[in-house]
């Protein structure tokens, strides 16, 4: 491969890119060099090991590479994740956020294998075994506050599971990012108004949405929303 010419992100926190604005590549720096956690490229570059970060499989690159005005990364970071699977996209965000924490929420049981396989030596990694419906059940594994909740879990009832979760852990100036699938929730309604009704429903739960992000090039019919309490909740709080 020739020189890639990996340069700092100009806005998200840790994150990397190469190559020309309309065909951008992102990295992370591999927090454990020589590693791989699904097939992705490994690429070094002033003698630093990157990650290539592939959007088709990760949302939070897909929503990376659309530009969103909101700044949600930070070095020391504490990140609720439901719905971790395997471990492609927490184990980018553990080489983000290199001083925080990532409690990964997954309960299919082949996937929290592989996750506790894949992410073994990640110490800022916590997988657990939980379903992201009922939020207090892993409320003992928890032990800090969280600031950042992203949920990625493909089920009906998306917006209502980011609440409760929200409602249960995230701290009052707090960020929700959450990727809405349509098919998930309604295969026959229109994309929009499923994500329509997702956001009404964040919305009549005391959450504003800051951006909603349509993300299709990457992933079909999923855009992802970018959450913070209402201001009247937080004032009044
Ligand atoms: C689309 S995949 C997530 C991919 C992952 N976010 C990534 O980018 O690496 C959805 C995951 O959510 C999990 N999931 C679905 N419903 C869940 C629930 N109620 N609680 C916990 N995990 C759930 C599924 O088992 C699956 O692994």
């Known amino acids: 491969m020739s020189n890639p010419n990996i340069r700092m992100h100009p806005k998200n926190f840790n994150v990397f890119m190469s190559g020309p604005p309309e065909n951008l590549k992102l990295y992370t720096k591999n927090l454990l060099p020589g590693n791989k956690v699904y097939s992705e490229n490994l690429i070094k570059f002033n003698d630093i090991e990157y990650r290539e970060w592939n959007p088709y499989r990760s949302k939070i ?45 997954e309960f299919a049981e082949r996937s929290i294998r592989q996750l506790i396989q894949n992410t073994t030596n990640r110490n800022n990694i916590i997988p657990i075994f939980g379903d992201a419906r009922y939020p207090e059940n892993y409320a003992n594994k928890i ?27 995230l701290n009052d ?12 929730i309604d295969s026959i309604v229109k994309s929009e108004e499923v994500y329509a009704q997702e956001k009404r429903i964040l919305e009549t739960s005391g959450y504003e949405i800051i951006e909603s992000i349509n993300i299709h090039k990457y992933a079909a019919n999923h855009i992802v929303l970018i959450v913070s309490r209402s201001r009247s909740v937080r004032i009044g709080s």
């Open 173 to 184: 100036a707090g960020k929700l990012i959450l990727a809405i699938k349509s098919q998930s």
């Open 143 to 169: 032990f800090t506050d969280i600031d950042l909740l992203y949920q990625d879990v493909s089920q009906p009832n998306q917006a209502q599971i980011a609440v409760a979760n929200a409602n249960y852990y």
């Open 61 to 105: 690159a897909a929503l990376i590479l659309e530009k969103p005005n909101t700044n949600f990364l930070s070095n020391d970071l504490k990140c609720l994740y439901l719905g971790a699977s395997s471990g492609t996209t927490i184990s980018h965000l553990s080489d983000i956020v290199k001083d925080g924490i990532i409690y990964g929420i």
